[in-house]
């Protein structure tokens, strides 16, 4: 079985340009996290879907990161423009749909460094 | 608010030797908690969960962990510690019913030969 992919690995770019990465869940998965993870840090959640629907945003910073889910499946995250700060890696993870106790698949992240 | 701690930055542990890594949390209610393990330039993976039931639970590649309630910990044990188990790891709490997943900031246990 195939596990959550993402592209690209690594990213390089100047602040202020647009950058968007790509993940595609495991099958079955309805449930798609987006996490971005500083250096020496823990994944922090930037938003959760159900499906389509995006239940849990409140740590998206909405002036420049969107995200997008159109067909319930795979996802997209842009951030425009980028800045210093943005550098990181971007996990995308996925779960089963349910009780909050299932586990977590994570892809192996875009790391993200702005110049 | 819920929180993750995980106290050491580094666990430095020999080969053949039980290892511990440690975890407290904050959260309201009964926790989901969960242990993740990250090698370089690979994303998280899964080792093991507590939902309910027995305070010990097993997971993957040997590894257990203890829920105390009381002491509001969960660490994660493994009776005898291999090189190849050097790694990032990470505790995560998740409050009963919820779906936000607390991470802490990981800790890295480093296995000699």
């Known amino acids: 079985e195939a596990g959550v992919v993402q592209s690209p690995r690594y990213k390089i770019i100047e602040k202020k340009q647009p950058v968007a990465f790509w993940c595609n869940p495991i099958s079955g998965h309805n449930t798609l996290y987006w996490y971005r993870q500083n250096l020496g840090q823990g994944p922090e959640l930037l938003i959760r879907?159900?499906?389509?629907?995006?239940?849990?945003d409140s740590q998206l910073p909405k002036d420049r990161f969107s995200a997008e889910r159109l067909k319930g499946v795979d996802s997209t995250l842009k951030i425009q423009p980028a800045e210093l700060g943005d550098s990181a890696v971007y996990l995308c993870?996925?779960?089963?749909?349910?009780?909050?106790?299932?586990?977590?698949?994570f892809g192996p992240g875009t790391r993200l460094t702005v110049l | 608010a819920q929180s993750v701690a995980q106290p050491e930055d580094q666990v430095n542990v020999a080969e053949g030797n039980p290892l511990t890594v440690k975890c407290t949390y904050s959260?309201?209610?009964?926790?989901?908690l969960f242990w993740y393990v990250q090698y370089p330039n690979r994303g998280l993976q899964f080792l093991l969960k507590y939902i309910t039931g027995d305070n010990l639970v097993k997971g993957s590649y040997g590894f257990e962990a203890e829920f105390n309630k009381s002491q509001t910990s969960f660490h994660l044990k493994k009776p005898s510690a291999l090189v190849s188990d050097s790694a990032l790891y990470f505790c995560a709490v998740r409050g009963y019913g919820g779906f936000k997943t607390i991470f802490g900031a990981g800790t890295r246990l480093f296995v000699k030969a």
């Open positions: 879907y159900e499906n389509e629907e995006a239940v849990d």
């Open positions: 959260v309201s209610g009964n926790p989901y």
């Open positions: 993870a996925s779960s089963f749909p349910g009780t909050g106790g299932n586990e977590q698949f």
